[in-house]
Protein backbone atom coordinates (compact mmCIF):
# COMPACT_ATOMS: atom_id res chain seq x y z
CA UNK A 1 0.00 0.00 0.00
CA UNK A 2 3.23 2.48 0.69
CA UNK A 3 3.88 2.38 -3.40
CA UNK A 4 0.38 3.67 -4.12
CA UNK A 5 2.03 7.16 -2.58
CA UNK A 6 5.10 7.17 -3.79
CA UNK A 7 5.17 10.16 -6.26
CA UNK A 8 8.12 9.85 -9.23
CA UNK A 9 9.86 13.22 -9.79
CA UNK A 10 10.05 14.80 -13.49
CA UNK A 11 13.13 14.70 -14.95
CA UNK A 12 14.19 18.64 -14.91
CA UNK A 13 14.95 19.86 -18.48
CA UNK A 14 18.41 21.75 -18.38
CA UNK A 15 17.88 25.92 -18.27
CA UNK A 16 18.00 26.98 -21.74
CA UNK A 17 20.53 29.80 -22.33
CA UNK A 18 18.90 33.24 -23.05
CA UNK A 19 20.11 34.86 -26.71
CA UNK A 20 22.50 38.20 -25.74
CA UNK A 21 21.59 41.25 -27.44
CA UNK A 22 25.78 41.83 -27.64
CA UNK A 23 26.27 38.13 -28.91
CA UNK A 24 28.49 38.85 -32.16
CA UNK A 25 26.23 36.23 -33.98
CA UNK A 26 22.92 38.39 -33.01
CA UNK A 27 24.88 41.41 -34.12
CA UNK A 28 25.71 40.16 -37.29
CA UNK A 29 22.49 38.98 -38.20
CA UNK A 30 20.87 42.22 -37.03
CA UNK A 31 23.73 43.99 -39.59
CA UNK A 32 22.77 41.49 -42.55
CA UNK A 33 19.01 41.75 -42.25
CA UNK A 34 19.39 45.81 -41.90
CA UNK A 35 21.30 45.85 -45.01
CA UNK A 36 19.13 43.41 -47.14
CA UNK A 37 16.60 46.46 -46.09
CA UNK A 38 18.19 48.94 -47.49
CA UNK A 39 18.80 46.98 -50.61
CA UNK A 40 14.94 46.08 -51.42
CA UNK A 41 13.74 49.89 -50.26
CA UNK A 42 13.85 52.80 -52.28
CA UNK A 43 13.20 53.64 -56.04
CA UNK A 44 16.19 51.42 -57.03
CA UNK A 45 14.20 48.50 -55.84
CA UNK A 46 11.78 48.97 -58.55
CA UNK A 47 13.44 49.33 -61.31
CA UNK A 48 14.35 46.12 -63.40
CA UNK A 49 15.83 46.65 -66.11
CA UNK A 50 19.53 47.62 -66.49
CA UNK A 51 18.47 49.40 -70.49
CA UNK A 52 16.58 52.50 -68.66
CA UNK A 53 19.71 53.44 -66.41
CA UNK A 54 21.92 55.41 -69.08
CA UNK A 55 25.61 55.85 -68.77
CA UNK A 56 25.41 58.17 -65.28
CA UNK A 57 23.38 54.70 -63.23
CA UNK A 58 20.12 56.15 -62.37
CA UNK A 59 17.14 57.45 -63.70
CA UNK A 60 16.58 61.41 -64.06
CA UNK A 61 20.49 62.05 -62.96
Known sequence: MGGLFKSK???VE???RMPDAQDP???AEKRKQMAEMR???GRDS???SDNLTGS???LGA
Open 9 to 11: TPK
Open 14 to 16: PAA
Open 39 to 41: ARG
Open 46 to 48: TIM
Open 25 to 27: AVL
Open 56 to 58: VGK
